[in-house]
């Protein structure tokens, strides 16, 4: 069985700042890992995934994960915070193909970003 | 190439009364996942359907089911509706397995009163 663990639901950082939002995960399988994010009123947008390959995964707005099998980890980074990263970021993980299609979502980071 | 779309954007519905929710895919797409998303927690996967048939199954119980239709688009349909049930339900959209990304759409709003 797959579950997403999402450390802090609320993350606070300053404009400029390093932004690190904490996604572990449990997998029976070899996982594929996504990061999305969503703004108020909106639908889920995908920042970036992981299938195989590279374990480090870019992504789009400038954020990039990397994933770390031996610590069943997949945390989001990105550099600078901007104002506009202001939203709620969703990890998940889904299982290979053939064992089912199911997205496993964590409960949420609310990232703030203050000026 | 358009997006997923769905309908409508808010319902609010009494306790005991039924609900249908409608979602196209995106161009393309033969697959479509449905999700619960209550106030404050991650999507929870309903089910999903891959050309017209159920293809996984979340903890949910039989009132929810679902439909999928020739052009891929699809319907969610809640019977009995209970409080509990008052949440943003999100359709997603992908090109059949797991290893694809899935698109999601803006979501209803579902107020069970």
């Known amino acids: 069985a797959q579950s997403v663990t999402q450390l802090g639901s609320h993350v606070s950082v300053s404009e400029g700042a390093l932004v690190l939002l904490r996604c572990n995960y449990s997998?029976?399988?070899?996982?594929?890992l996504f990061w999305y994010v969503q703004y108020p009123n909106q639908g889920l947008q995908l920042l970036l995934k992981?299938?195989?390959?590279?374990?480090l995964v870019k992504g789009i707005n400038g954020f990039e994960a990397e994933f770390k099998k031996s610590e069943t980890s997949f945390h989001l980074t990105k550099p600078s915070a901007h104002m506009s990263d202001a939203a709620e970021y969703f990890c998940?993980?889904?299982?290979?193909?053939?064992?089912?299609?199911?997205?496993?979502f964590g409960t949420g980071t609310s990232l703030t970003v203050i000026p | 190439e358009t997006g997923v779309t769905q309908s409508p954007t808010h319902l609010i519905k009494t306790r005991g009364q039924q609900v249908t929710l409608r979602c196209s895919s995106q161009?393309?797409?033969?697959?479509v996942s449905w999700y619960q998303q209550a106030l404050g927690q991650g999507p929870q996967f309903i089910f999903q359907?891959?050309?017209?048939?159920?293809?996984g199954r979340g903890n949910f119980p039989p009132r929810f089911s679902g439909l999928q239709f020739p052009n891929y688009s699809s319907e969610l349909n809640v019977n009995a509706l209970e409080l509990d049930d008052s949440a943003l339900y999100l359709c997603?959209?992908?090109?059949?397995?797991?290893?694809?990304?899935?698109?999601f759409g803006p979501g209803t709003r579902l107020t069970v009163l």
């Open positions: 161009s393309g797409h033969n697959t």
């Open positions: 359907y891959y050309r017209e048939e159920e293809n």
């Open positions: 998940a993980v889904s299982a290979p193909p053939n064992t089912g299609n199911q997205f496993y």
């Open positions: 997998s029976s399988v070899p996982p594929y």
């Open positions: 997603a959209s992908s090109l059949g397995t797991s290893l694809n990304t899935q698109y």
């Open positions: 992981y299938t195989t390959g590279a374990t």
